[in-house]
Each structure stands twice: as structure tokens, then as C-alpha cells.
């Protein structure tokens, strides 16, 4: 892909000929490693992630940052995955100074939007360096192409005290009907079904039984993803990796998701399913969430997180949610524990049109080193905790404003930067045998609400991860999670990937609503439309990639 030559920020309308149309005939970028300004420096970011606690680098904690490092960043958080911004950028040929594209990278990496970080890293990134350690082998990007385009944001070495996703019920629902057992669809149906007839209203509003989301790429997280989990699988993106072949199939294809699909065929049949699940956007879906009335959800913690700090704040602790390891039959064991090692591939990169790379990395770096974790997890020092006996210690009052101030990142900038580099995990300790994190099952358990610890002890556990399946009960997935591994961008996979993801769109949510008995003949015509968009080569052409993971992993 040639860079095409900035014009006054001239759009170039004809974003997809122009994209099908350039060959890669331009040489990457060379970083002169001794050019580096002075002064303070501020640098452009695009998130393809949204960010509803940032903070514009204005709060104490984003303020200390900028006195250390001297730099600002000029953000934007996009709402629809960088889907369409990161195709219009790489028509025109104009680039943030920093961008966070999750799936998007292998794009402008084929664009030469991306400079390679390895002699940047190698020069001025001792913490960079430190942090990743052993797992430095996983930022390359391939076997053919060893450069590090993007430095992997995800934590290290993380140890989960909490479940990331699962079926959610409100804890007056379990508690209203006597904490029944909640391991398989039937009996998270049954409870929704119990309580909403004994609650048709809920603050004066109409309760709602399930509701799912499938505003743009948010469909994969609540509508078709889950189907993975509840069926025996981990989340792997849009294929199952076969464990022991690592053959690719997408995963909408097992007989056993379409059992899933077809339980959630019939909960809209029984009138349990929101009537606006496939057409309401994500704020609408926070929304209602937020105001109490939704029984039971299928979705990942982060995307509700909002709208779960905003019922604590409200004082509804009866309507915030707890996550059960549901599955379509007990046969079945919820993988959200199973370790994939640590991640490469979703990060951030520095563009081409960064004009003080060095400054950047040492951003970077500052925000990977002991100060720069120590500041995003803790805070500063006399103002968001104290040393006590030579030990970090956040104060109860402080720790009260955490857990039940919906907008304390934002005010404080605790973790409001935490996303923009990589972090040490959960669990792992500094040089003072202390963790980097805040996070301990003690400090989680604390963090309950009354109610949620209420329900907990009834299911004789102590805290939510006790009902899941744990690590141990699965093996390490060697290739870590498919769903981060680059797809050639151009490529006739990537191709073939967005017209099953179209027809996924269009499909899921047809057999859902459809009456039951023409679920069938939906479902074999959702089928036939993979088929004729070419699906076996994709699952061909993605095992390719798989099984290349593996190889690069393991030099």
C-alpha cells in the first residue's frame, strides 16, 4: 500500500478504490534514533476504543504524568471499533501521532502507517523491555516480517480474581426466589421468567427480561461470542481452534451454537428477549440498563461497567448484576478462566507521521516503568494513598470514593492512561514485594455491596470467580486467543471475513426473531451464505495463520 501524499487534509471520498487500488511500493519510515525535541510535546492518539473516563490529561494524576514526561495527548475514542476512521486515514494518508487500532493493525501495517519500534525499544526502552520480559518473541509481527509494529497493551503475567464475562442476573432476582441454581440457559430462563412474573414492573417502568446488544462490532460481544462460551469453547474471536489439530472453523458453524442460537430463538418466542435488542445503540442499551429495569443480560463485564458503577451510585445494589458460568447443557464447562498466556497483537503503535518518535517511546515507557504503574493504579502518594510501615495503603474514605464514585478516574486519573501502554497484571509484585495493582481477592471482596456479598454466601462461595470452572481445570492455550492475530490487510481472507461478519449481522439476529419453526430454514439458509462467501477458504487460510503463530511463538 503506497502512502498516498497529504493534501490540506483533503478527504478523498473514494476511500475503497483508492485502498484496492494502491500497490506497496514505498519503504518504511527510517527513525533517526538521535532526533528528539525538548520541551513539552503533544501528541494526536485515535482509540478505536471509547474512553468515557478520560480526562483529557487534566486531573492530578495525568498532570504529574505530564510534569515527568513533558508530554500531552490531544485523544479520540471512536464508538464503532476504528471500522471506518482507520480506512478513511489510510486513504488520505494522515495519521494520529499515536493510534490504538485493536483488529485494524494489520491494515496499516500493509499501509506503512506503522514504524517499526525495535531499535526505539532497544535505545530507550528499559521498562518497555523489562516488563514484557520472556514474552518479547510475541510482539513480532511475523515470520516474515520480525518488526514490532505495535507494543501489546494487555496485562502481564495477570492473574483474574474476577470473571470477565458470563450470563448476568440483577442479585434481587436470586434473592427473591430463593437462590436457586444457576448453571445451564434453562435455568437462567427460568429465573428470568419466575421473577418477571412476579415483577411486570420495576420503579414504575416495564420489566425487561433478557436484553442483548448488537449495535456494530458491540454484536460479537453480547449476541455471538457468548455462544462460544456457553457451548463448551473459548472465545476465540470468529473461529474455533480445534485444540489438538488447531484447525480453524468459524465457529458459527458447530452444531452444538446452533442449539445456543435456537435457546435464544426461543426465549424471544416466550417474549423473555427485548423486542429492541437488535435495534437499540449502545447508549440506549446503557440506558436502560442504568435505570433497573433489565433482568438478565449476556455480556462482558467492561461493557456494563458503566452502567453497574451508576446503579451502586443511585443506591440499587438490589439491581446490580453477578455472573454465573451458564452453559447450554451441564455437559458443558465455561472456558472464561482458561489461560491463553500472554497476548501479543492488540496494542498501540506510532505512526509515520509522528515527527518525535523518541519522545513517544519514552512516553511509553515512563508509563510502563514502576513510577508510571505505581501512578495508575495507585495514585499519588498523600493524595490517593499513604505509606504506612513502608507499605502502600489506600485509605477507607479513598477507597469508599473507588468503589462508589462513578466518575472517579476521570476526576482522580487513577488508570485513566492505564490502557495506552502495558501494564503488570493483577498479582504480580514490585521490588518492595508489593503488587503493582490495587487488586487482591481481599480488596475485591471488600469492594462488594452488601447485597452482592448476601448472595455470594448463599451459594456458599466468596466471590464470583468461585462458581467458574478455574484455570487449572483447562490446559494453557498455546496460541493464545485467535481473535489478535493479524489478518493480511487486503488479504482474500480479510475479504471473506467481512462478508461472513455482514452476513452474521444479518443472519443471527433473522433466526433469532424468527418464529420457531422457521428457525431451521433460517439457519440453513445463514449456512449456504457462508458457504457461497467462500467460508472453507477462510477457515483454510486462518489455520494458516494459527498454526504460523505457533511457530513464531515458539523461536
Known amino acids: 500500500m503506497k502512502r498516498i501524499i497529504k493534501k490540506s487534509g483533503l478527504l478523498i471520498a473514494t476511500t475503497m478504490l483508492v485502498l484496492a487500488g494502491c500497490q506497496n511500493d514505498s519503504a518504511s519510515k527510517k527513525v533517526d534514533l538521535d532526533k528528539e525535541s525538548t520541551g513539552p510535546v503533544s501528541f494526536t492518539l485515535f482509540s478505536a476504543d471509547p474512553h468515557p473516563q478520560w480526562d483529557k490529561m487534566e486531573s492530578p494524576v495525568s498532570k504529574k504524568v505530564k510534569e515527568e514526561t513533558g508530554v500531552s495527548l490531544e485523544a479520540e475514542f471512536d464508538v464503532a471499533g476504528g471500522e471506518q476512521k482507520i480506512p478513511l486515514m ?4 494522515e495519521y494520529p501521532d499515536l493510534i490504538l487500532p485493536k483488529g485494524n493493525a494489520a491494515k496499516l501495517v500493509e499501509a506503512e502507517a506503522l514504524i517499526d519500534l525495535t531499535d526505539l525499544i532497544d535505545k530507550y526502552g528499559p521498562n518497555l523491555k523489562k516488563i514484557y520480559g520472556d514474552y518479547f518473541n510475541r510482539l513480532k509481527w511475523s515470520n516474515e516480517d520480525e518488526a514490532i509494529y505495535i507494543l501489546p497493551t494487555s496485562q502481564v503475567d495477570q492473574t483474574y480474581w474476577a470473571p470477565g464475562t458470563g450470563f448476568m442476573l440483577q442479585n434481587d432476582v436470586v434473592k427473591q426466589l430463593g437462590y436457586p441454581k444457576i448453571r445451564t440457559v434453562k435455568d437462567f ?66 452444531a452444538e451454537e446452533k442449539e445456543y ?12 428477549l427485548d423486542k429492541e435488542s437488535f435495534v437499540q445503540k449502545y447508549d440506549q442499551y446503557l440506558a436502560k440498563v442504568s435505570s433497573g429495569r433489565v433482568i438478565g443480560l449476556i455480556d462482558a463485564d467492561w461493557e456494563i461497567a458503566e452502567a453497574q458503577r451508576a446503579l451502586r451510585e443511585s443506591g440499587k445494589e438490589e439491581r446490580m448484576y453477578g455472573m454465573y458460568p451458564v452453559t447450554l447443557t451441564e455437559e458443558f464447562e465455561h472456558h472464561n478462566f482458561q489461560d491463553t498466556g500472554y497476548l501479543g497483537g492488540w496494542g498501540i503503535g506510532i505512526t509515520v507521521d509522528n515527527e518525535d518518535p523518541v519522545r513517544a517511546i519514552k512516553f511509553l515507557d515512563y508509563l510502563a516503568s514502576d ?150 430454514k433460517v439457519w440453513d439458509s445463514f449456512m449456504k451464505d457462508l458457504e457461497k462467501a467462500d467460508v472453507e477458504k477462510a477457515e483454510e487460510e486462518y489455520t494458516k495463520l494459527v498454526k504460523s503463530r505457533l511457530e513464531l511463538w515458539g523461536k
Do not use: C
Open 90 to 93: 489510510i486513504a488520505s494518508g
Open 189 to 254: 430462563e427460568k429465573a428470568i421468567k419466575d421473577y418477571k412474573e412476579k415483577n411486570p414492573s420495576i420503579d414504575g417502568q416495564p420489566t425487561v427480561g433478557l436484553s442483548l446488544l448488537a449495535d456494530d462490532w458491540r454484536i460479537q460481544i453480547s449476541t455471538t461470542n457468548p455462544a462460544f462460551l456457553a457451548t463448551g469453547a473459548p472465545d476465540d474471536g470468529e473461529f474455533y481452534i480445534d485444540p489438538e489439530t488447531f484447525e480453524a472453523k468459524m465457529h458459527y458453524r458447530r
Open 261 to 272: 442460537f435456537r435457546w435464544l430463538n426461543h426465549m424471544n418466542d416466550s417474549g423473555l
Open 371 to 520: 513510577e508510571g504503574q505505581i501512578l495508575q493504579n495507585w495514585g499519588i502518594e498523600g493524595e490517593h494513598h499513604e505509606i504506612v510501615d513502608g507499605k502502600r495503603v489506600i485509605p477507607e474514605d479513598e477507597m469508599k470514593e473507588r468503589n462508589n464514585n462513578a466518575n472517579y478516574v476521570k476526576q482522580t486519573g487513577v488508570g485513566a492512561l492505564k490502557g495506552f501502554a502495558p501494564w503488570y497484571g493483577d498479582g504480580v509484585e514490585d521490588s518492595t514485594s508489593q503488587t503493582y495493582t490495587i487488586a487482591s481477592p481481599d480488596q475485591i471482596k471488600d469492594a462488594y455491596t452488601d447485597t452482592e456479598k448476601e448472595v455470594l454466601a448463599n451459594y456458599n462461595v466468596e466471590m464470583w470467580k468461585d462458581l467458574y470452572p478455574q484455570k487449572e481445570d483447562f490446559p494453557v492455550k498455546p496460541w493464545g486467543a485467535a481473535f489478535n492475530i493479524p489478518v493480511p490487510g487486503g488479504s482474500e481472507l480479510e475479504l471473506i471475513m467481512q462478508k461472513s461478519l455482514d452476513i452474521v449481522k444479518k443472519r443471527v439476529p433473522e433466526a433469532i426473531l424468527a418464529k420457531p419453526d422457521d428457525f431451521d
